[in-house]
C-alpha cells in the first residue's frame, strides 16, 4: 500500500535500547504508530488480560512475528494502516485525563519529551524556589548526546511527586548550595517526573524500586547507556556529596577514556576485526567488574539502611519506655501532690471548726458574764442624794467610747470592774483601771475593795482601760488564740483628764 511508513535502522536501535525489545518489535511499534516513539512506548506497554499494567512495570508483548511474515506485503501493510488509524483516532477521540485513568498512571503521550522536561523544572522552581541544579530542558536523549559531547556524566534525578521523602529531599539535599555547585561544576544535569513518559522510561530501565532515585550516567561511544553511581531514598547531604565524589574518583577514568578514544577514533578504525574485538572483550570485562562492583555497593548500602533502620527502632523505643516511665512517675507526683493538699485541707477545716467552737464557748461565756456583771450592779443614787456621797465615774475605751455612770463614794472600785463587765463591746475577761493623775492602776482582784471615795474620784472622776501584756502580745501575733489576760482601764480624777487608747 502506498504511503506506507519505514523505520530506519538508528530509529529501530534507539528504540531498542530504550524498551529492551527486540527487533521486529521495535520496527513493528514504529511503523505501526508512524515514527511517533511515544505513541510506540504506550502501545508496547498497553495492559493485556490476567496481566499488570504499565504502572507495575513495562510489559513486552510478544507478537507472532512469523506469522506477519507469511501474510505477504498486502495483508501487512493493510493491518499496519488499521493499526495507525484506531491509534490517530484513540488520541484525537479519547482526551487525554480519561487517556491517563484508563492507563492508571499519568504519562503525558500527548506531549513531546523537551515539554516534559520544562514542565517538571517549571513545577521543581514553583515549589523549592531557583536555587536547584541546573537541569537541562530536553528529553533523555537529547541530554545523554549533550553529556558524550562534553564528556561528562549525566546526572539524572527521577522525582515521584507521591513518594513521602521527595519533598524533604528536595528542600535538604538536592537544593543544598553545596549539591547545587557541585553538580553544576562537575556533570550535565537532567530531572524527570516518573508521572511522565519520558522519565517512567528510564526509571524502568533502571530497574528503580525506590524515590527519590539519583543515577550518574556515561555514554559510551556506541551510544550504549552504563550506570555509574545511583542512590535511593532520601539520603543526606554527606552521601550524596560522598557517592558522586567517589564516582568521580573511580569512575572518571571512564570520560578521559572516551576522550582519548574520540581522538584515537581514526587509527581504530583501522584496526582489523580481531583487534576490535579484544578492544570489545576487555571493554566487556570491565563494564562486569563495574556492574560486580556496583551491586556489591548497592548490597553494603542496603545492609547499612537496615541496620540504621534497627538502630533507629531501638532508639525510639527507649524514648518510649522513658516517656511512659516519666509519664507514670507524673501521675505518682500528683496523686501525691493530691493527697497532701487534701489533708491540708481537712486540717485546716478541722482548725477553723475548732477555733469556731471556741468563739462559740468564748462568746457565751462572755454573754453570760455580762448578764451576771449587770444584775450585781448597784443602783444609781438618786438625785436627793447630796453630791458630796457621789461619784461621777466615766470610762474610756480602747474603741474611743466611753461610758460613765453615778454611783456613792461608798461603792469600790469592784462595782466599776463590774460596769466595765456589762457592757456589749466587752469581749475581754481582764483588764487593769488607770488613772492618769495622779498615775493609779487598780487590778483585779486585788483593789476591788477600794472606795471611790479612797480613790479620789468624788465627785467624779475618769478612767483607761488598759491593756495587759496577754493581749498586747496577742495584738502584735494575732494568730494567737486570745486567752484571758488583765485589762487595765484610765481613771481621771477631777477635771485633770487625759486620754490613753490602746
Not at 28 to 55: D, R, W
Not at 65 to 83: E, K, N, P, W
Not at 135 to 158: M, P, V, W
Not at 494 to 502: A, F, L, P, R, Y
Amino acid at each position: 500500500m502506498s504511503g506506507a511508513y519505514t523505520a530506519s535502522p538508528d530509529e529501530i536501535r534507539h528504540f531498542m535500547s530504550i524498551t529492551n525489545c527486540g527487533h521486529d518489535q521495535a520496527k513493528f511499534m514504529l511503523e505501526a504508530s508512524h515514527g511517533n516513539e511515544t505513541l510506540a512506548m504506550g502501545m508496547l506497554s498497553a495492559p493485556q488480560a490476567g496481566q499488570p499494567g504499565l504502572g507495575q512495570g513495562l510489559m513486552l508483548v510478544e507478537f507472532p512475528l512469523s506469522i506477519i511474515r507469511l501474510l505477504g506485503g498486502l495483508v501487512t501493510s493493510v493491518v499496519l494502516a488499521i493499526v495507525s488509524i484506531l491509534n490517530r483516532m484513540y488520541i484525537q477521540l479519547v482526551p487525554g485525563p480519561a487517556r491517563r485513568r484508563m492507563t492508571g498512571l499519568v504519562r503525558s503521550h500527548d506531549i513531546d519529551s523537551s515539554e516534559q522536561a520544562r514542565c517538571f523544572i517549571q513545577q521543581f522552581k514553583a515549589k523549592f524556589g531557583d536555587r536547584h541544579p541546573r537541569f537541562i530542558d530536553s528529553g533523555i536523549r537529547q541530554s545523554t548526546s549533550a553529556a558524550k559531547e562534553q564528556h561528562r556524566f549525566l546526572f539524572t534525578y527521577l522525582h515521584s511527586p507521591e513518594h513521602q521523602d521527595s519533598a524533604k529531599f528536595c528542600e535538604d539535599v538536592l537544593c543544598s548550595p553545596v549539591v547545587v555547585e557541585y553538580v553544576n561544576e562537575h556533570f550535565v544535569c537532567w530531572g524527570g517526573d516518573v508521572t511522565f513518559t519520558d522519565p517512567y522510561v528510564l526509571a524502568t530501565r533502571l530497574s528503580v524500586t525506590s524515590y527519590p532515585h539519583i543515577a550518574l550516567l556515561n555514554v559510551a561511544s556506541d551510544n550504549r547507556v552504563q550506570v555509574v553511581a545511583s542512590l535511593a531514598g532520601c539520603v543526606n547531604v554527606e552521601k550524596l556529596l560522598a557517592a558522586m565524589m567517589n564516582a568521580q574518583d573511580e569512575q572518571g577514568a571512564l570520560l578521559v577514556a572516551q576522550r582519548a578514544e574520540k581522538l584515537l577514533e581514526a587509527m581504530t578504525n583501522a584496526q582489523d576485526e580481531q583487534g576490535a574485538l579484544l578492544v570489545a572483550q576487555r571493554a566487556e570485562v570491565q563494564e562486569r567488574d563495574f556492574n560486580r562492583r556496583l551491586l556489591a555497593e548497592q548490597n553494603d548500602e542496603y545492609e547499612a539502611s537496615l541496620a540504621a533502620d534497627r538502630e533507629r527502632e531501638a532508639r525510639r523505643q527507649k524514648e518510649r519506655e522513658a516517656e511512659e516511665a516519666e509519664r507514670k512517675a507524673q501521675e505518682e507526683a500528683e496523686a501525691i501532690a493530691l493527697a497532701e493538699l487534701a489533708e491540708q485541707k481537712r486540717l485546716v477545716a478541722e482548725a477553723a471548726e475548732a477555733e469556731a467552737k471556741r468563739n462559740a464557748e468564748l462568746e457565751a461565756s462572755l454573754e453570760a458574764r455580762r448578764a451576771e456583771k449587770k444584775l450585781s450592779l448597784p443602783e444609781e443614787p438618786g438625785p436627793e442624794v447630796s453630791s458630796s456621797f457621789v461619784a461621777l465615774v466615766r470610762v474610756r475605751l480602747p474603741d474611743g467610747t466611753s461610758c460613765q455612770r453615778r454611783f456613792l463614794a461608798s461603792h469600790n472600785i469592784g462595782n466599776v470592774f463590774d460596769l466595765v463587765y456589762s457592757l456589749d463591746s466587752t469581749n475581754y475577761h481582764r483588764f487593769s483601771l488607770v488613772s492618769n493623775y495622779p498615775r493609779k492602776t487598780f487590778n483585779a482582784p486585788d483593789d476591788v475593795a477600794v472606795t471611790l471615795e479612797e480613790a479620789g474620784f468624788t465627785p467624779n472622776g475618769s478612767l483607761f482601760r488598759h491593756p495587759a501584756a496577754v493581749e498586747q502580745r496577742q495584738k502584735r501575733y494575732p494568730s494567737t488564740t486570745r486567752c484571758d489576760c488583765p485589762t487595765e482601764v484610765d481613771l481621771k480624777p477631777g477635771s485633770n483628764s487625759s486620754s490613753h487608747t490602746t
